[in-house]
């Protein structure tokens, strides 16, 4: 009884350092494979911050209203958040990999999807980007132009422009992912839909003396007392 | 290059290249029938796009000098006759309360935060008190100067966001100066001169200043 437990024991450690014996290399390749990451994610983080830097990207972001938002959310300048995201896309990429040399299948099969959707993710990311641009880019070119025409409500005309082309953003990253594409699609265009309905609505009904007072602005009745009641109103630049 | 950059490119690069300069009185103004009814937010973009491009183009030139000369004046010198003109102050005035505080945000990404407190400060004052100061007006337009070489924002909405300022600086020159002599108001025109060429170095600082470094 005694020799059986002990020669039982005997097998189960044995299998077990083997087992050990075989996963260590393993282990020791998935270590590896991650500190290797990590200082190659860190060049390139440094490589990317002089890129950004090389072709003024602080500049631009400025210039399209990126770094106000960002300074305004706490976060780094936009180079430094993009170099940022580099690296650590690029060592959750070595991460991957580490845990794929582990020879898990399971792992193996879930590290392989999620390669396939990086491309897509990236896209999205760029789609996102670009569109923060246009939107605080559009958004302030609206605020100055209804200003400078006096018209009533220019931060909501700009916040409207902006809502407009974030939403139509954040429609195309979640549709570049492909995630509840038709439910994205639907929403979209539910909610654009009834934004423009609302909109021609409240226009019509409740903006008709706006819209006589606009016209009345676009095409001016060559009556010399209106000429001279705008001439009252504006300082000539000449 | 519009016309009044084309002026303005002309005289700065004759200065720029040492050529003689005097001035001359040559009569009131005459525009081109298609200058007039232009809107001020164009002209202003034209007009003040053009000084602070001719100001990045030749600041080798002036960052190093200090000072000023009088020039030599030829032909007979007259006072221009002024057509009176009836201004809406009340509607200019309101416009402009209502136009920064929807540019604040904007504003905020140009102006220093005590230039902009100051203009805050103005436009709480009564219309009958409405006064921007040389002082405080110098110090916008070298704001808007540093701001459009270090490219704060677009050039061309850093532009536009002039104009209201620019239409409270004459108001509250008009308030000022309603019944003043035209020979007062020449006066009061070299005063002015002499606040932009006393915050010189204001302006130098904050032009070679790092873009939104010391803000």
Redesign the interface.
């Given at each position: 009884m005694k020799d059986v437990v002990l020669r039982s024991l005997n097998e189960t450690f044995g299998k077990f350092g083997d087992m050990l014996l075989q996963f260590l290399p393993h282990l020791l390749v998935m270590l590896i494979i991650f500190v290797v990451g990590w200082f190659v994610a860190i060049v390139l983080k440094f490589l990317t911050r002089r890129i950004f830097a090389f072709v003024s990207v602080s500049r631009l972001s400025k210039d399209a209203g990126i770094s106000q938002i960002l300074s305004k959310a706490d976060l780094p300048p936009a180079g430094e958040l993009f170099s940022s995201l580099v690296f650590w896309v690029v060592w959750f990429g070595f991460l991957l990999i580490g845990v794929d040399a582990l020879g898990v299948p399971e792992l193996q099969l879930e590290v392989g999807k999620f390669f396939l959707f990086l491309p897509q993710i990236f896209v999205a990311l760029l789609v996102l980007f670009g569109g923060l641009l246009a939107a605080n880019f559009f958004s302030r070119a609206a605020l100055l132009a209804a200003v400078n025409a006096n018209l009533p409500s220019a931060r909501a005309i700009s916040g409207f422009v902006r809502f407009i082309i974030i939403l139509l953003t954040v429609a195309m990253a979640l549709e570049q992912i492909a995630l509840a594409r038709s439910t994205v699609l639907i929403t979209f265009a539910i909610a654009f839909g009834a934004i423009m309905l609302a909109l021609a609505i409240a226009f019509g009904s409740g903006g008709r003396d706006a819209a006589h007072r606009m016209l009345d602005r676009m095409f001016p009745p060559p009556e010399p007392q209106k000429e001279e009641r705008a001439k009252q109103e504006e300082i000539s630049p000449l | 290059m519009t016309t009044y950059g084309l002026e303005l490119w002309m005289t700065t690069t004759a200065v720029v290249d040492g050529f003689k300069m005097s001035e001359s009185f040559l009569g009131p103004r005459i525009?081109p029938a298609a200058?007039?009814g232009?809107?001020?937010?164009?002209?202003?973009r034209q007009v003040v796009g053009a000084l602070f491009k001719c100001l990045e183009m030749h600041e080798s030139y002036w960052l190093q000098r200090t000072g000023s000369e009088a020039l030599p004046t030829f032909g007979f010198q007259y006072d221009v006759a002024l057509e009176p003109l009836?201004?809406?102050m009340k509607?200019?005035l309101d416009?402009f309360r209502?136009?920064v505080e929807?540019?604040v945000?904007?504003l905020?990404?140009i102006l220093t935060p005590a230039t902009l407190a100051d203009i805050q400060k103005m436009v709480a004052l009564p219309d009958r008190q409405f006064r921007c100061p040389d002082e405080l007006w110098v110090k916008t337009i070298y704001e808007f100067a540093a701001a459009y070489h270090h490219?704060?924002?677009?050039r061309d909405?850093l532009l536009?966001?002039l104009?209201?300022l620019y239409?409270a600086r004459?108001?509250s020159f008009i308030l000022e100066n309603a019944k003043a002599p035209v020979a007062k108001l020449d006066e009061r025109f070299d005063e002015l001169g002499q606040v932009f060429e006393s915050q010189k170095p204001y302006l130098i600082d904050r032009w070679s200043a790092k873009?939104?470094g010391d803000r």
């Open positions: - | 525009q200058q007039f232009q809107d001020l937010t164009g002209t202003i009836k201004l809406n509607s200019i416009n209502s136009n929807q540019l945000p904007v905020e990404s490219s704060a924002i677009n909405h536009q966001a104009t209201p239409r004459v108001s873009a939104g």
